[in-house]
């Protein structure tokens, strides 16, 4: 029995130059009697099914005739220096399992893709336009237009398709910043490069591969009850910002879910809060009790419905100068949320409970919260009504926190 290649019959005719190669071969093809074959670097480029052999023998001298033009032109052009440089390649490229004309297609698809690509600024354009679109939170549609212009500004004038996977990492790793800050860029870069993808200005993704700073465990970063009553004195004299820094310094409600809360969902005749699943973070339905001093800053400012955190860029401005009035220079992630937690913690030794109310797991709270305060600063800390902080009444001075060095960032392991 013949194997495939014993088998295989002899070409009739066969022309070769310069790894191009015209052959003609009979065929069982009915009512064809050959057809002419053309091969390049061994790969069937095309072919021709003729009727006579005669027609076969035409179609072959033309297209050897093309192949002798092709070969000689290529002789012509083609110097002893370029084909040493060619050889050079090829034998890095197999190390690869490539060839050059893998690398020359591979390259000339990516300056076709450069010309029909888009500029970066052009990109997170588009970008912010189908976010808002998707109707995203006005937090992050800030958040992400700050964070874009960032990156506008180092990669803008350049063509998308053109930033590769070392530009990303240079840049992400040259932020003087903290370690999760430069996560943060991370991910909205990579989002926006998805969506390049997606667009077909990209072939792939630069930021895949990119730098990933690494994260260094700190500990939780909590307010003294000085400096939370100085804090809600300056927020009295702010009375648009005080609800919210009052809610998350006595509610314990994330930075985010106090951004979408409503008036209307301040229970003060149940007593509770409710975070909806719409607006929580683990989508979620929550109860936050209003215990005697959030209620006592809230009722005076009760209403009926609207925004707690004050539109646009007011809410932020607010927060900030209440924190410069209160001479807090050094602000910890999460700082109202972590310190309703550390002093309730204290207080009530419920873990469970608290854990529940939060929208954390006990673990979590006993690993990051226990012991940071003692009890005596937790009953000053609850005691922190507007009388006692606008009379300065009741407010000791409180035992020193475990030192923290705070990271200013957007995300936490404790959140």
Not at 204 to 223: C, H, Q, W, Y
Not at 323 to 349: C, D, M, V
Request: proline share 5%; charged share 25%.
């Amino acid at each position: 029995m013949l194997t495939k290649r014993q088998g295989r019959r002899k070409p009739i005719k066969q022309h070769s130059i310069g790894g191009v190669t015209v052959t003609i071969q009979q065929c069982a093809k009915p009512g064809y009697q050959a057809v002419v074959v053309l091969r390049k670097d061994g790969r069937r480029e095309d072919e021709k099914y003729c009727r006579t052999l005669a027609e076969a023998r035409t179609k072959f001298d033309e297209w050897a005739t093309d192949v002798g033009n092709t070969g000689a032109k290529t002789a012509a052009e083609v110097t002893d220096a370029d084909k040493r440089l060619l050889m050079e390649w090829k034998e890095r490229l197999a190390a690869h399992g490539r060839t050059p004309v893998d690398a020359f297609a591979h390259y000339l698809a990516h300056l076709e893709r450069c010309k029909t690509s888009i500029t970066v600024s052009a990109l997170c354009d588009k970008f912010q336009a189908l976010k808002t679109k998707e109707n995203k939170s006005r937090r992050y549609l800030d958040d992400l237009h700050y964070r874009l212009g960032i990156l506008a500004g180092e990669f803008g004038g350049r063509i998308a398709a053109d930033v590769s996977t070392d530009d990303v990492s240079a840049w992400l790793a040259g932020m003087n910043a903290a370690p999760q800050t430069v996560k943060n860029y991370r991910t909205i870069t990579r989002s926006l490069f998805s969506y390049a993808v997606s667009l077909k200005a990209c072939a792939e993704n630069p930021v895949d591969r990119a730098f990933m700073p690494s994260k260094a465990e700190t500990e939780v970063g909590i307010l003294t009850v000085t400096q939370a009553a100085a804090l809600l004195k300056a927020a009295h004299e702010r009375p648009d910002i005080l609800p919210a820094i009052a809610i998350g310094l006595f509610g314990g409600v994330r930075d985010a879910e106090i951004h979408r809360l409503d008036w209307s969902e301040i229970g003060f005749e149940s007593g509770f809060i409710t975070i909806t699943p719409k607006k929580a973070k683990k989508k979620a339905r929550r109860l936050i009790e209003i215990r005697p001093a959030l209620r006592a800053w809230l009722e005076p400012l009760r209403q009926l419905s609207g925004p707690i955190w004050p539109a646009g860029e007011r809410g932020r401005i607010l927060h900030e100068a209440a924190r410069e009035a209160a001479g807090i220079t050094e602000w910890p992630h999460n700082a109202l949320r972590h310190s309703f937690a550390s002093y309730a913690l204290a207080k009530w030794q419920n873990a469970a409970a608290l854990a529940l109310e939060m929208g954390n797991s006990a673990p979590v709270l006993m690993e990051h919260y226990r012991e940071i305060v003692m009890p005596k600063d937790a009953e000053a800390f609850w005691s922190l009504t507007p009388e006692a902080v606008l009379h300065a009444q009741n407010i000791i001075t409180p035992t020193k926190a475990k030192p923290t060095k705070p990271e200013r960032s957007k995300t936490s392991k404790a959140a």
